[in-house]
C-alpha cells in the first residue's frame, strides 16, 4: 500500500531530492536507492533537510522512509524521532542474521555498498550508535556499545549461534561482544573485524615505534609537496591523535558537514577507542585488512596474535577507507565466505 504523502511536505522535498539525486523529475513513490542513491547522496539530503525546514535526522532515517512520501509523514511527526539500535540492511530467508557494527562515525548507512554485494542469504542487521538522533547522549566506552547492542541483538536472536562483523571502531565493538557472550556460554560462530586497531597505547613498543615512524615519514613526504607556510604547519602539529585513529569512518562529501548529533556520537566514539584494553579472547577471529596502510599499522597479525586463540587475515584491496567505499566488492565477497563458512 502506498503512502498518502503531505502536500506541503512533499513540496518542500521533492525539489531536494531532484538536486541531490540530479534528476529533472521524481515521483513521491520512487525508492531513493532505485533511482541511485547512496550513502553520500544520504548524507547530503539530510543535510538538505535540516537547513529547509530544521530537522536533524541521521541518514541512515533513509533506511526506513526511501520515498518522498513516507519521508514526508515521517517529518510531519511532531515529536523527535527514536531510532531503534538496529536496522534491517538487507532480508534474507535463512537463519541465523549476521550483526553489522559501524564504523567511528556510527551510522549504518556506511554499509549501503558492501551490504548490496553480500550474497549470503541471511539476512544482515545493522547496529546503529546511540545518539546520532539527537535524543540520547552517545556512549564514550567500549563495553556500554557492547552490551547496548548484545540487548538488542539477543530480542531477535536469543541464542546463539551468532555472527558478528565490525568495521574500524566497530571491531572493537563486536570484539567485545564476542567475549562476553563466550563468557555467557553462548558460541560465536564467526567474529569478523574489518581493518580494525586498538589505540595506539595498546600496542608494543615496538609497533608504536613502525606506526610512529610510517606516519613521520609519510608526513615528511607530504608536507614537501606544500608551501613552506603550510608544511611548517604540518610537521609541527601534533600527531597522536593522527597515529590513532582516521577522523571518520567515512569522507562526507565536499561542501557537506556533519549535524552536531552525529559530531557528538563520532567525539564519543572517539574516546571510548582510546579507553578500550582489548583482553584475550578465546575464540576465532577474522580478519580482513586493507592492502594499504593509512594510519594503523600494517600488519595486523603481531597486534592480534596473541589476543585471540586462533586469528586469521586476509588482504583486500584499498585504504581504510577504501575497501568500504571503492572496493567493497572484494570485502562483501570476504564476508559472504565467512558466513558460508561459519554455518557449516
Known sequence: MKTMPTSTMVEMLSPLWQRVLQLPSVDVNDNFFDLGG??????????EIAHSCGRELPPVTIYVAPTIAALAALLEQPTDLRFPPLVLLKDGSAKPPLFMTHGLGGSVIDFFQVVKHIWTPNPIQGMQAKG???????????????Q????AIRQVQPRGPYLLAGY???????????????ADGEKVALLAMLDSYPDIRYLSLTQRAQLVARLTTRRATTAMKLPVGEAVSLIIRPSRRRAVAPKVS??????????PAMQRARECAYLA????????YPGKIRFVRAETPT?????????WTHLASEFKVETVPGDHLGIMSTHYEKLAAAISRYVEEALR
Do not use: C, H, W
Not at 250 to 259: A, E, G
Not at 295 to 303: G, R
Open 295 to 303: 594510519d594503523f599499522p600494517a600488519d595486523p597479525t603481531p597486534v
Open 38 to 47: 547512496d550513502s553520500s547522496l544520504a548524507l547530503q539530503l539530510f543535510n
Open 273 to 280: 577507542l582510546t579507553r578500550y584494553k582489548p583482553k584475550f
Open 168 to 182: 574500524s571502531l566497530g571491531g572493537l565493538v563486536t570484539f567485545e561482544m564476542a567475549q562476553r557472550l563466550t
Open 148 to 151: 547496548f547492542y548484545l540487548d
Open 250 to 259: 567515512y569522507q562526507p562529501p565536499v561542501n557537506v558537514s556533519l549535524s
Open 132 to 146: 546520532i538522533d539527537s535524543t540520547e547522549e552517545p556512549f564514550d566506552r567500549i563495553e556500554d556499545m557492547a
